[in-house]
C-alpha cells in the first residue's frame, strides 16, 4: 500500500472492520523462508495506521507475526482463536442448514477480472471487499474479518506474500498458487500448490522474476478453501465455456 501511505488518507471509514483504503491498509511485511525448500517459515505483519487519537492525532499500530518450523507452529493470534474454538465446539452439533446460512467471505483487489468477480458474487453473495494492499488484504485472512484472499493476476511479488504466508501456516492455513489451484482441481487430502520464495520466473527479468505468476489464494482453514475452490470452479466454468 505505498500509494495509500503517499496518499495519507486518515478519514475512510470500514466497512465490516475491513477498509477499502487510506492509511489502515499500509503494512511493514518481513518474512523469512528456507533457502534449501523455499518454504516459509517466519513472519511479521506491522500494521502502523490502525487507530488514531484525534486530539494528539498520534496513531496506534499493531502487530501480528507466527512461526511454522520443525513442528512448531505458534502466532499471535492464538488467544483470539482459542476463544472462537470454544464456541465452535459448543455448537459443532447445528445442522448444516445453519453451517452454510452464512456464505464464504473473500477480499480481492478491485483491479480483478471481471470473470472472478462474477463467480465469487455468486459463491460468496454481498460478502465480497475490495480492499488496497497486498498484505493487508492477507492480513485481512489473518486477523479473521474474512476466510479468502484470492487475486488472479501476477502483479504481487514475493515480498507481498511470503510473510502472511508464515502466519497463516502457523495457523494451519497458507497461499496458494490459484493458478495451479484451479487446473489441478485438487482433491480433498491433496497437497495444494503452495508458494515457494527461492525460485525465480523462468524467463522474467528484473523485478518479475518474483512475482506471484499465477496469482494467489490465501486461507486460513484447509476445509474451507476446498469448499471455496469447488464453489469457485462450479461458477468459473460457464464462463470460461462462453470465452
Known amino acids: 500500500s505505498t500509494y495509500q ?6 478519514d475512510i471509514k470500514s466497512i465490516q472492520g475491513i477498509f477499502p483504503c487510506g492509511l489502515q491498509c499500509v ?9 534449501q525448500t523455499g518454504v516459509p517459515l517466519m513472519g511479521v505483519i506491522n500494521q502502523p495506521f490502525v487507530s ?19 513442528g512448531t507452529n505458534i502466532h ?16 459443532e452439533n447445528a445442522s448444516s442448514e ?9 477480499v480481492i483487489s478491485t483491479s480483478e ?13 454481498d460478502r465480497i471487499f475490495g480492499a488496497a494492499g497486498a498484505g493487508y488484504k492477507s492480513l485481512c485472512v489473518v486477523q479473521g474479518l474474512v476466510d479468502i484472499y484470492i487475486f488472479s493476476e501476477d502483479t504481487t511479488f514475493k515480498w507481498d506474500s511470503c510473510a502472511a504466508h508464515a502466519i497463516l501456516r502457523a495457523m494451519g492455513g497458507g497461499i496458494a498458487d490459484l493458478k495451479e489451484c484451479l487446473e489441478r482441481n485438487p482433491e480433498p487430502g491433496l497437497d495444494l500448490p503452495q508458494l515457494v520464495y527461492h525460485v525465480e520466473n523462468e524467463g522474467a527479468t528484473g523485478v518479475d522474476r518474483w512475482a506471484n505468476k499465477g496469482g494467489l489464494i490465501a486461507y486460513r482453514s ?4 476446498e469448499t471455496f475452490l469447488s464453489l469457485l470452479l462450479q461458477n468459473l466454468a460457464p464462463v470460461q465455456t462462453q470465452t
Open 113 to 125: 477480472k471481471e470473470s472472478i468477480k462474477a463467480a465469487l458474487s455468486r459463491v460468496c453473495g
Open 5 to 10: 501511505y503517499i496518499k495519507g488518507s486518515a
Open 98 to 106: 445453519v453451517e452454510f446460512s452464512h456464505p464464504l467471505s473473500a
Open 52 to 70: 488514531q487519537d484525534l486530539n494528539t492525532l498520534r496513531w496506534k499500530g499493531q502487530c501480528y507475526w507466527g512461526l511454522s518450523y520443525m
Open 76 to 91: 499471535s493470534r492464538q488467544l483470539a482463536i482459542s476463544k472462537r474454538t470454544v464456541k465452535e465446539t459448543q455448537t
Open 222 to 225: 484447509r476445509k474451507q478453501l
Open 27 to 35: 503494512t511493514i511485511l518481513i518474512g523469512v523462508y528456507d533457502i
